[in-house]
């Protein structure tokens, strides 16, 4: 590949990589504290592009190709097409499909978790707003603390087994590639529409037993379809 052609290409990719930091279409395959890192990343490969072919111009003239002509290979533009695509095409977070190749069961936590999220909930109907993640986990390990309350969890729907269906989020690392999904079992209600985002209501009910381990549930008492979040991950 001419030198030339080689560094519009790694100008596009800087330039898309910090179209998706300055928009929120980043959130969908990093965790929010990585922007600054991809901005970075994305500014300095237009500016090392920018560098070396205009240093690269300066030193030699353009050679003739041998047919009279100094025209780019067409071919060598076909290189843009993944990168346009990038700029134009709007992708979707993980959802549904994804969670469904992952087990529901919630996995022990390293260290006994601070209880004093649930202090407003002690004896009282109101609900507590809590993450997915922390209901997965915490409504199988810390039965005996959230038994009788009340809780509000938003996530997507993704659809089980035999009617069975969860509410469910994925949790990043980093970044997609590690994502894991965390599911809630919701009973009494029927399903909303597969990847449908909604804030369900209801009290805590005994996990699931499975095989494999527990995985936890909810008595849905209120259904509420929701806008999906900017930042789709927890």
Request: aromatic residues 8%.
């Given at each position: ?10 100008v ?82 993980l ?12 996995a ?35 039965s ?6 009340n ?5 997507f729907?993704?659809?089980g ?15 997609v590639?590690?994502?894991t999904a ?8 029927t ?8 804030t ?33 991950y927890?």
């Open positions: 590949m001419r030198r030339n052609v080689a560094g519009l290409v790694i596009f990719v800087g330039a898309a990589t910090v179209q998706l930091a300055i928009s929120d279409t980043y959130l969908r395959y990093v965790k929010p504290n990585m922007r600054w890192m991809l901005l970075a990343a994305g500014i300095i490969l237009i500016a090392l592009a920018v560098v070396d072919v205009f240093a690269d111009t300066r030193r030699k003239p353009v050679a003739d190709d041998g047919h009279g002509h100094h025209g780019l290979p067409r071919a060598a533009w076909l290189l843009l097409i993944p990168v346009f695509a990038l700029l134009v095409v709007d992708p979707p977070a959802g549904a499909d994804a969670a469904q190749r992952q087990s529901p069961v919630a022990k936590p390293v260290a006994p978790k601070d209880q004093s999220w649930l202090a407003n909930s002690a004896q009282s109907d109101v609900p507590v707003a809590l993450a997915v993640r922390d209901y997965a986990v915490w409504a199988v390990w810390e005996d603390r959230m038994k009788g309350r809780f509000q969890l938003t996530g729907v993704t659809p087994k035999d009617g069975a269906w969860y509410v469910s989020r994925i949790g990043l690392t980093c970044c590639a590690d994502g965390f599911m809630v079992e919701a009973r009494g209600q399903a909303p529409p597969k990847n449908q985002w909604v369900v209501t209801g009290e805590w009910a005994e996990p699931t037993k499975r095989v494999d381990g527990d995985v936890a549930a909810l008595t849905v008492t209120e259904i509420r379809p929701v806008t999906a979040p900017a930042n789709p927890e």
